[in-house]
């Protein structure tokens, strides 16, 4: 209370009406610094940015106000609810949380300095002589705070009363109401009317009435104690209160004059002003209702001007002014009754154009793709497409570009049956009366007709392929300009919109004003530029509907076009009405590729299912290798041209085409491996002329390489002169062949030629070729090593000749591996290179099967020696009968080699044949007890050995044999 008692401090005068002058005096000097506050901004009393809508004063100056309120002050300050006594006034006006702040000086009030006080201290000396006399009766509360805290035993006797009560008293929600809450003040028992007892009864309701009276007393005197303390503070309040009301009356007086006086400057200034705005804004009223009328002559005429631009095919013109008129009607003539059907019958007709354009769509796309194939690629009407295409994104029909997919399948089945038409028809072998179907009359062609069928299809496809595109490109180009609009207008928009929101601040305040009568004066401010330039105008008849000022801006404004030009020249005008947002219209791009894809794609299956149609009865499996690679470069080239005109990769016709090759592989390969095993079966082993044409086909495959040369015509002369030979001549190197070997030479080379010509079968081949290698090992095994050709071919007995001769044969064969690997590699794909250990794999086989040719010989002579040499006795004649016969068997083994295999390989056979011999000679002497120890028996082996030495030596290309001989003696321990 010490601080709301500083706060709400009224200087006291004799004479209030004085110090209100005095006050009035003054404040002369502040008027100049500040003009008066507008307090009737209610009317419009200078320009039209000032006027505001706040209730009028001067009207409702009768009327009860705030002002008009009461309420007493110790009342309002002494509030029970609150849990404790507030600072101060401004704490009890806006509650516990009020903070003091420091506030800013005002700009508007003159500096306050200590002049300003000198009068009011001058009226005040006498009161505040007064004021200290009374301190001195009536001490203050600071004063007389000090003395009770001097008391200390008064307070804490007053403390220890209080503390006398119960608790139950002092709690926030006592209340005798409550059962529990009036038990525990006033217990029944005091109150029992039993019998015996009522002389205790009635002492015990006297000591309770006694202890409450006591309880009222201790709260009385605190009561009356704590008043005590604050009275000086009540009085001060009271008569503060008297001082502020006089105050208010006279403000109040003084308002109530300034308002006479703005009242009468505003009939004076104001009426004639706002007389001239409601003028004006009659005028622009009758202007919009000019205009208005002029708009509805125009949206009267929608109907036959749209039917008009039907006749025309003009269905994005029709769109866009349908699209105009239903806005206008929602915006500028809606509520209208001439035209309340309008919007439906708009509505209807916009559905038929749309029924119209994909009809229309049909046909072009129809009388597009059914034009004669010829070299001709541009778009047909073009800009028939673009305004078709326009006015179907337009109205978000996006499955038009379904029915140009569903047109061109239907296309390209007709091209094709075209195409078998025209060239059966031209061919006169082919009896169409008895043959009906197509398909069997194009399985009736040879291999050349067909071809040439194929090739026509390919050409017609491609020319298709291409207008597609041509087609494809024009409605991409218009979905790319109306998305490339689209993002320019958002962008548009987004720079725009600090400046629309800008604007209609300043508008803002405009619309707020309003007259008496209750018309927006706004309306005059905003058209004042549009009457002064109808001022100055003719105004417009009511005939000339179609004249630019008869059309509002919130329609005609709204619909800002831009012109763009496609890649065929064209020039087309883009609205901003789209309904497609960029997502849709990017999907829709992505569709429009897809359709090229597609014309692809459909192409391609056509062609594979007349490829498999011709297929049927295993004809292109028939075909030769020659034949084959020309189709195969025909359906490569229309795949390039596919691929460079889509951009994509097709794998349909190919995936047919490998197909087909993969058939075309097996039957060539089983072809050739049952040719190779009937020349097996027939092989009698024995060495065989080489004619010159293989010769000359060893000689293509130089440094290594396999080069394939192309056949050459040779004159029957020619032939004659050059007589077969008796080896063949590989790198100086002579073979002797039988004519089987010969035959898988050039089946090899076929091999080869035909991976050439076909490089996508080169993976299916390389595992076909090496199948067909280790059939004629494992068969030659059979035949030769196993003794098979005694039953298959009839041979008497397996003649070391011919374990030669298939050993050099399959020599030849390994000599030929490294290079044909080669070959493969070179047109294999680096993933693929695995595959070449299938040749690793041939090579050891064959190797390992050369070894057991080898280790079959020696084996032959190693059971001679044992038979013969097991009956060796050492004694005359010299030389003994088995030595004899071990050198002949030796010379009739060199006899049957010799011309065979070459005199390294002689040499090393030979080497081993010796090592065998002195084996069993060893043994022998040891089982004879012949040692070296020079006697006669010892000569006697010595002129034996020097005869086998003698003889082996004389043999053609063992002269330089070292045999060693020493080794028969075993050595001395």
Known sequence: MASSHRLLTVPHTNTSDDFFKKEMESGKHLRLLRSLPDVCPKEPTGDSSTLCDSPSVIADQHRWTIYHSQVNLPAALNDPRLAKRESDFFTKTWGLDFVDSEVMPSFYLPQIVKEHFAPYLQETSQREKIHEKSKNVCPPKDNFDRTLLSLTPSNDKSRTDVEQLPKIFTKPDFALEDPLTFNAVLPWSHFSVAGGKGNRDVASSRLLQEKLSHYLDIVEVNIAHQISLRSEAFFHAMTSQHELQDYLKKTSQAVKMLRDKISQIDKVMCEGSLSILRLALARNNCVKVYNKLKLMATVHQTQPTVQLLLSTSEFVGALDLIATTQEVLQQELQGIHSFRHLGSQLCEMEKLIDKMMIAEFSTYAHSDLSRPLEEDYHVLEEERLISLVFGLLKQRKLHFLELYNEEMIAVTKNIIKQCVVNTVSQMEEIDTEAVVKLADQ???????????????????????????????????????????????????????????????????????????????????????????????????????????????????????????????????????????????????????????????????????????????????????????????????????????????????????????????????????????????????????????????????????????????????????????????????????????????????????????????????????????????????????????????????????????????????????????????????????????????????????????????????????????????????????????????QMAKMHDAIYDLLPEEQTQMLFLRINASFKLHLKKQLARLNVVNDGGPQYGLVSSDVAFYIGNTQGLKGLETLDLNMAEIWEQKR
């Not at 291999?447 to 299809?457: A, G, P, T, V």
């Not at 958002?490 to 919109?497: K, L, M, P, T």
């Not at 097996?680 to 394939?708: C, H, T």
């Not at 064969?813 to 047109?827: D, G, K, M, Q, T």
């Open 442 to 888: 194009m399985r009736m062609m040879t291999f050349s007709q067909w071809s040439e069928l194929l090739k026509d299809i390919f050409v017609k496809f491609g020319i298709f392929i291409k207008r597609v595109k041509a087609t494809v490109s024009v409605i991409r180009s218009v979905v790319l300009l109306v998305l490339d609009k689209s993002q320019k207008t958002r962008d548009f928009e987004g720079a725009s919109i600090p400046k629309i929101s800008s604007r209609s601040q300043i508008n803002e305040g405009d619309v707020t004003y309003l007259t008496h009568e209750g018309m927006f004066i706004s309306d005059a401010f905003c058209e004042r530029e549009t009457s002064a330039t109808d001022l100055s105008t003719e105004p417009c008849s009511s005939d000339s509907v179609s004249e630019p000022e008869c059309t509002t801006d919130s329609s005609s404004s709204k619909e800002q076009t831009s012109s763009s030009v496609t890649p065929g020249g064209i020039e087309i005008t883009i609205n901003e009405d789209m309904k497609l947002t960029d997502l849709e219209l990017g999907k829709v791009a992505n569709s429009i590729q897809e359709l090229l894809y597609t014309a692809s794609d459909v192409c391609h299956d056509r062609c594979v299912k007349f490829l498999l149609a011709r297929a049927k009865d295993g004809f292109l499996e028939k075909l030769s290798s020659s034949e084959f690679l020309a189709l195969s470069r025909a359906v490569e080239e229309f795949v390039q041209v596919t691929e460079q005109v889509c951009g994509r990769r097709s794998t349909s016709l190919r995936g047919a085409l490998q197909s087909q090759a993969n058939r075309f592989v097996h039957r060539f390969h089983e072809e050739r491996k049952t040719k190779l095993s009937l020349l097996l079966d027939n092989e009698r082993w024995k060495q065989a002329d080489v004619p010159a044409e293989f010769q000359d086909l060893v000689d293509s495959i130089s440094d290594g390489k396999i080069v394939l040369h192309e056949k050459k015509i040779v004159t029957g002369t020619a032939t004659e002169d050059r007589k077969p030979a008796d080896c063949l001549i590989v790198d100086g190197q002579t073979y002797a062949v039988v004519g089987t070997v010969l035959m898988l030479i050039k089946i090899i080379l076929e091999y080869c030629q035909c991976v050439d010509d076909i490089p996508s079968i080169t993976t299916d081949m390389l595992t076909r070729l090496s199948d067909l290698l280790k059939y004629f090992n494992s068969k030659s095994c059979q035949l030769v090593l196993g003794a098979g050709a005694l039953q298959v071919v009839g041979l008497k007995t397996i003649t070391t000749k011919n374990l030669a001769l298939a050993s050099r044969c399959l020599q030849l064969i390994v000599h030929y591996i490294p290079i044909l690997r080669a070959h493969f590699e070179s047109r294999l794909q680096p993933k693929q290179y695995s595959m070449l250990r299938h040749f690793d794999h041939i090579t050891k086989d064959y190797n390992d099967h050369i070894a057991e040719i080898s280790a079959k010989l020696v084996a032959i002579m190693d059971g001679l020696f044992d038979k013969v040499l097991s009956k060796y006795e050492v004694k005359a004649p010299v030389p003994s009968t088995c030595f004899r016969n071990c050198c002949k």
